[in-house]
C-alpha cells in the first residue's frame, strides 16, 4: 500500500524584547543560573502579572506579515501541568482566543508556490531548563528562562515530505530575521520546532493517528527525525501494528527517534482563563500602525531584484537570504550599477571568506563602497581578473581601499605592449615543443604558453594582450 505523509509544524520563537512577558526580568541569555528571575516569573503567591505592551506589538507584526486575521479581543489561559522547570504549576499561554488566526506561507517546492495554511500565531511565556549533564547525582533547574516572552505558530497539516517542512521552516525563520522579531539562533534555543506527523493511504481523506516529535532545534535533525518517522510508521503499519499517539524525542546521534511520553490532549491540560490578567482589547488603528512598521518581506523582495535588477532567480535567492546582505548588495548598487558583476563577487569571493570565518555579513570588513572601488578598477585594466582575487583577499583581512592595496603592493595590471612581447618572447623560446604543437594546430595548448607568460608577470600581464600578442607571434613563426 503506498501511504502518505501529513506533517504540522510549531514553531517556538523568542520574541525579541529585552524584558520578560509578564515581567521586568531581563530576557539575555548565559548569565548565571537564576540569576534573572523575581516573583511574578517564578510564580510567588501574591504576585500579579503584566503584560509586556511590546510582546504584543511584535507577535502582532507576526502574525500580520503571516497574513493572518488580528482578533480584536483575545485572551490569556492558565495551561496547567507540572514539570520541576515550571514551579508554578502552569504556564500563561493563549488558548481558544488567541492573536492571529487563518494565515499562510507560501514555500517553493520543487520549482513550484505552495502554499502553508497557518492555524494560529499566539504568545506565551517560556519554561525553565532542566540541566542533567555532568551531575551523577541528580539534577539542577535553572529558572532565567521561566517567563521569556514566545510566540508560538502553529501550520496547518499541510505539509505532504520532510523537504517541504525544511522549505516551511527556512521561510519562516527568514520571515521572522527580516521582521526583527526573533534572532533564530536555533543553538541557544531562540527557534524551536515540533512536528505532528502521521501516514495516510494515498487517496483517503481521514488523517491517520499522529506522533509528535519535540525540540528539534537545527533543519538537519527536523529532515532527518521526520524521514526516521516516517519510515518507522509505514513499517509498523505494513507489520499490522498501530500508530500510538505520543510525544517522541528525536536522538541525533543514534538518529532515531523514542518514546517520551503519551501525548496530551488538551483536556489534559485543564486550559481556564488566567485570573491574573484582563482580555487584551486591539482596535483598528493599532493594527495598522503595526503593518505599517512591515519592512519589505523575503517573497517581496526575491520578486523585485529579478526584476528590477535582472539577476537569474538563484542569484535573487541568495541575496535576500538575510536582509543584511539584501541591503550590502543595494548599497554596493549605489556605488558600482552593474547588478550581475556585483551579484557574482557578492555570491563567490565575499560569501566564501565569510564562511571560512563563519561571520555574518554585518561583520564584514569589506565595505560596499570599497567593494565598487576594486570593480572600477578592474573595469578600467588598472588590475586583471585574477589581480582582483588577491586585491578583494587583501581586502578582506585588512579593510583597507582597492587603490590602497595597490599601490602598496605593485600590482598595477601591466599593459605595456613591449613589455608583455619580451615575456612572450621568453616564454615561446623556453618552451619550443609547446610551441610547435600550436603550429601544428593543437591550439589547445596555447592555453598552457597563456599561463606561463602570466606566471611570469606575476599575474600582472593584460590577459587579452598577452593572447593577442601570442598569437601574433606565433601567426608570424608560420
Excluded at 520574541?15 to 537564576?34: D, M, Q, R
Excluded at 530575521?177 to 533564530?184: I, W
Excluded at 569571493?349 to 564584514?364: H, P, Q, T, V
Amino acid at each position: 500500500m503506498q501511504y502518505e505523509a501529513v506533517i504540522g509544524l510549531e514553531v517556538h520563537a523568542q520574541i525579541l524584547t529585552k524584558s520578560k512577558i509578564f515581567c521586568h526580568c531581563s530576557t539575555k541569555f548565559g548569565e548565571e543560573p537564576n540569576s534573572l528571575t523575581c516573583p511574578v516569573c517564578l510564580g510567588m503567591p501574591g504576585v500579579l502579572p503584566v503584560l509586556n505592551r511590546e510582546v504584543v506589538n511584535l507577535s502582532m507584526k507576526t502574525a500580520i506579515a503571516l497574513n493572518c486575521t488580528i482578533a480584536r479581543f483575545c485572551r490569556f489561559a492558565r495551561k496547567n501541568y507540572f514539570y520541576p522547570d515550571l514551579p508554578k504549576g502552569y504556564q500563561i499561554s493563549q488558548y481558544d482566543e488567541p492573536l492571529g488566526l487563518n494565515g499562510y506561507l507560501e514555500v517553493e517546492v520543487n520549482g513550484k508556490p505552495k502554499k502553508i495554511g497557518i492555524t494560529r500565531v499566539h504568545m506565551e511565556e517560556d519554561a525553565g531548563k532542566n540541566i542533567h549533564e555532568n551531575i551523577p547525582d541528580g539534577s539542577y533547574v535553572d529558572l532565567n528562562r521561566t517567563g521569556v516572552p514566545l510566540m508560538e505558530i502553529v501550520s496547518e497539516p499541510d505539509i505532504r515530505s520532510p523537504e517541504e517542512a525544511k522549505e516551511y521552516l527556512a521561510e519562516l525563520k527568514k520571515i521572522l530575521m527580516y521582521l526583527e522579531v526573533c534572532d533564530c539562533n536555533m543553538e541557544e534555543g531562540s527557534l524551536r520546532c515540533d512536528a505532528n506527523v502521521s501516514l495516510r493511504p494515498v487517496g483517503q481523506k481521514k488523517f491517520g493517528t499522529k506522533t509528535e516529535l519535540k525540540n528539534m532545534n537545527s533543519f538537519r535533525n527536523l529532515q532527518k527525525a521526520l524521514e526516521y518517522e516516517i519510515i518507522r510508521q509505514r513499517e509498523v503499519l505494513e507489520d499490522g501494528g498501530i500508530i500510538v499517539q505520543e510525544t517522541r524525542l528525536w536522538d541525533p546521534k543514534r538518529e532515531a527517534t523514542s518514546s517520551m511520553r503519551s501525548k496530551e490532549e488538551a483536556h489534559d491540560y485543564r486550559y481556564f482563563p488566567c485570573p491574573d490578567l484582563v482580555p487584551l482589547e486591539i482596535n483598528d488603528e493599532w493594527v495598522e500602525r503595526i503593518r505599517k512598521t512591515l519592512p519589505e518581506l523575503p517573497a517581496d523582495k526575491r520578486k523585485r531584484f529579478a526584476e528590477d535588477y535582472k539577476i537569474p532567480s538563484y542569484d535573487a535567492q541568495v541575496l535576500t537570504s538575510s536582509r543584511a546582505l539584501a541591503d550590502y548588495y543595494e548599497e554596493c548598487l549605489r556605488f558600482y550599477p552593474d547588478s550581475k558583476k556585483v551579484s557574482n563577487w557578492i555570491m563567490g569571493d565575499l560569501l566564501r571568506e565569510l564562511k571560512g570565518d563563519e561571520e555574518r555579513i554585518e561583520k564584514c570588513p569589506v565595505s560596499p563602497k570599497h567593494l565598487a572601488g576594486m570593480l572600477k578598477l578592474l573595469d578600467d585594466g588598472v588590475i586583471s581578473g585574477k589581480i582582483a582575487k588577491t586585491v578583494f583577499e587583501e581586502m578582506y583581512k585588512t579593510g583597507k581601499e582597492a587603490s590602497e592595496i595597490v599601490k602598496e603592493k605593485g600590482l598595477v595590471q601591466v599593459t605595456d605592449t613591449s613589455e608583455i612581447e619580451k615575456i612572450v618572447d621568453k616564454v615561446i623560446e623556453e618552451n619550443p615543443k609547446q610551441a610547435q604543437d600550436i603550429l601544428n594546430g593543437k591550439d589547445k595548448v596555447m592555453g598552457f604558453l597563456v599561463g606561463q607568460v602570466m606566471k611570469e608577470s606575476k599575474g600582472k600581464a593584460n590577459p587579452q594582450m598577452v593572447n593577442e600578442i601570442l598569437k601574433k607571434k606565433l601567426q608570424v613563426k608560420k
